[in-house]
């Protein structure tokens, strides 16, 4: 594997060993996941990681919460382009999550597996809080409501995420077909044809 040396400025070098490890996750999976060759990547020693992360499961709570970050920016985009009406907001949501999961699936497998074993780190928990928040957030407008303001809410956020986190799954796995993950409008309908009926009927 060539080394990417200069690849980085000064300073830089724990994005660098982040955008490396994403590189390392995506080609070769999280079993076979190798800090060595993520350093290799970059240009830097083996031990140079241990600075940043302290050992792989630092590198990986790091991809971990670069996840999370992605899935909300990607909801968040999807509903900028959306209008303002609350249950387009939660179509534009789940809309964005699946364009996650398929633009970036090896992230999308990690932060929803136990992938260390050990409790995810304090940013890690933070990020994945923002995101369920923010669909939690969604669920409630379109009832006019604040967010897990009554005792069935939590359950609502949790069919809500079940049926955007299965489609998902089932398009990663080669289980369901779909259109190209950037034809927006043939995602939309897609997507609508398998949320709306649950949704307006629960």
Known sequence: MPKQKNSYHHGDLRRALIDAGEAELSENGLAAFSLR?????????????????GDVSGLIDALAERGFRRLLDSMIAHQEAA??????????SGLGYLHFARSHPALFRLIFSDHSGAAP??????TAGAAFMHLATNVAAVHGAAPLAHDGA??????CWTRVHGIAELILSGMMDAPDKDDKAANDAMFRSIFEVQFRTS
């Open 154 to 159: 939590r359950d609502e956020v949790m069919a």
């Open 83 to 92: 209008t303002d009406e609350p249950y387009e907001q939660l179509i534009a």
């Open 121 to 126: 780190s304090p940013e890690v928990m933070a």
């Open 37 to 53: 060759r993520v350093a290799a990547r970059v240009g830097v020693s083996h031990a140079a990681p241990a600075h940043h992360f």
